[in-house]
């Protein structure tokens, strides 16, 4: 059932975004691709059949993978995630760290955003922890893959993350979940 749940969500996000085309224009949405989505759906055909069917620009239509999505049939979802690539919309990894991330698969993955899990700052050794996240978001950097971590909730953590180099932040210190109506009315504020 969660592909007919993903396909459902995926329709309600390019039903926003093409609301949005005039009344918020420079926003992008995010939605989350699963590992069994790649197993029962064509996904880059379905995504595509929305985003033309919607009219909406596909560089608005970002697209989520894990990185244990990744772990199978690796080759694949590389093609996979190439062709998505050259269709316009841009491809994130989510929660990059919070599995057995590869380097080596890194290298090799079309992804245009890494999504960091903040876990790493939130564990005990924090000396570890904060050099272990410099370093991928310097090689982040380095690899043209923009940085973005997940989960900052104080001032003091999006300071830290700043000064190394992270330049895209999610988490409740910006805001907790909320409606779309919720957002559309807090635009002002953000």
């Known amino acids: 059932m969660i592909t007919d749940l ?7 996000v390019c039903k926003i975004l093409a609301d949005w085309k005039t009344t918020n224009p420079n926003l992008f949405i995010s939605i989350n691709i699963s590992p069994k ?14 985003v033309k069917e919607y009219d909406i620009d596909p560089y608005k239509l970002r697209i989520e993978i894990t990185e244990t999505a990744m772990m199978t049939d690796s080759e694949d979802r590389i093609r996979i995630l190439n062709d998505i690539r050259s269709a ?3 491809v994130e990894m989510d929660d990059f760290g919070s599995g057995y991330s590869s380097l080596n698969m890194l290298k090799d993955m079309p992804v245009d955003v890494l999504k960091l899990d903040m876990k790493f700052l939130s564990e005990e050794n924090n000396d570890k ?3 272990i996240i410099k370093n991928i978001i310097n090689l982040a950097n380095e690899l043209d893959i923009i940085p973005l971590t997940e989960g900052v909730e104080t001032e003091g953590q999006f300071n830290q993350l700043a000064s190394m180099g ?4 999610q988490g409740y210190h ?6 779309v109506e919720d957002f559309e009315k807090n635009l002002k504020d953000f």
């Open 129 to 131: 922890s904060e050099k």
């Open 6 to 12: 993903d396909e459902h969500i995926w329709r309600q």
């Open 88 to 90: 316009g919309f841009i």
């Open 37 to 50: 989505d790649f197993f029962f759906t064509d996904v880059v055909s379905d995504i595509k059949e929305m």
């Open 166 to 169: 992270c330049v895209l932040f």
């Open 174 to 179: 910006f805001a907790k979940p909320m409606t």
